[in-house]
């Protein structure tokens, strides 16, 4: 099971919807809502608040806001953001609504004019981000983890064992502490940051020696064992835990999760192959991925030498 962001079941169950479900027809009266939907709101708002919160019966306790919609250029419909909020759990997602208010979908909006993969690559910033391999590679994967993640240490696993029968590949690393669920991860993260400011080299080390001794990594312990990674990986000491404690390493691992919030990272570890996106740390998806983007580079520089 991936590590992600705590969320109650019926949040992701309305973020999960990928069928089209009528939404109450202007004719017909819903149930009133727990909560009266908010005042300004346009009759679509209050419609999507009104059935959302009587098909999953939130109450008072949970917040459920809905963006004025937008027309995103698809005739007959429009776009709208919902977030729904319990206690300190929020998620957000799309729902896409008929301009007669007839009917809501939750679903990817595709434009088949465009390549899927673009939007993503365009976001990515790897800029002064740790990497591995040649720097103008066919391939760059570019990984969203967090060093307590049991799942992120699968996906370092199989980037042990698949990365050496690819040279063409380019390896980015992206924080993205889930702090929420792991105590330790931002420290890590804070380790593996100060490791590359020192010496680029040595974090790759330090992602090591992190992920293989990740079961005896705690709360507690998790300064000590970073600085004795530190020293491992032949770092200056000192420099090291003045790093650790400066607020410039903290603002890079927040620059890193931001830019994965952007990208609408939700769990870890999430990995971007070209700017194609996957889940999880399933090899052979991975395997699959890189050997796409291999073979269309291939093709590509066949189609321009004719």
Not at 148 to 165: K, M
Not at 220 to 239: C, G, H, I, P, V
């Amino acid at each position: 099971m991936r590590s992600s962001v705590k969320t109650p079941v019926l949040v992701t169950a309305i973020l999960s919807l990928c069928f089209v479900v009528p939404a109450a027809r202007p004719q017909q009266k819903p149930a009133a809502p727990a909560v009266p939907a908010g005042a300004g709101q346009s009759p679509i708002q209050k419609t999507v608040e009104a059935y959302l919160r009587n098909l999953y019966a939130f109450g008072s306790e949970t917040g459920v806001k809905v963006t004025p919609p937008k027309d995103i250029g698809v005739e007959g419909l429009l776009e709208v953001d919902v977030e729904v909020k319990i206690g300190e759990n929020q998620q957000t997602g799309k729902v896409y609504v008929t301009k007669d208010g007839k009917y809501m979908f939750r679903g990817e909006l595709s434009d088949l004019s465009k390549d899927p993969t673009a939007e993503a690559r365009a976001q990515l910033q790897t800029k002064d981000s740790p990497s591995l391999g040649p720097a103008n590679a066919p391939v760059t994967l570019v990984e969203f983890s967090d060093f307590e993640c049991p799942v992120c240490r699968s996906l370092h696993d199989a980037l042990r064992g698949l990365l050496p029968n690819y040279p063409q590949v380019r390896v980015v690393f992206k924080d993205y502490p889930l702090e929420q669920i792991h105590p330790w991860a931002r420290t890590a993260a804070l380790a593996g940051r100060c490791a590359y400011q020192q010496e680029p080299k040595a974090f790759w080390k330090m992602y090591d020696l992190i992920y293989d001794n990740q079961d005896i990594i705690s709360a507690e312990n998790a300064w000590s064992k970073m600085t004795d990674f530190a020293s491992q990986s032949e770092l200056n000491a000192d420099s090291f835990k003045a790093c650790m404690a400066s607020p410039e390493a903290g603002a890079a691992v927040d620059a890193s999760r931001a830019n994965g919030v952007l990208l609408e990272v939700s769990s870890t570890p999430t990995i971007f192959v070209n700017g194609r996106r996957l889940v999880g740390a399933d090899p052979h998806l991975l395997e699959q991925f890189i050997k796409y983007e291999l073979d269309q580079h291939k093709a590509q520089k066949v189609a321009n030498k004719n």
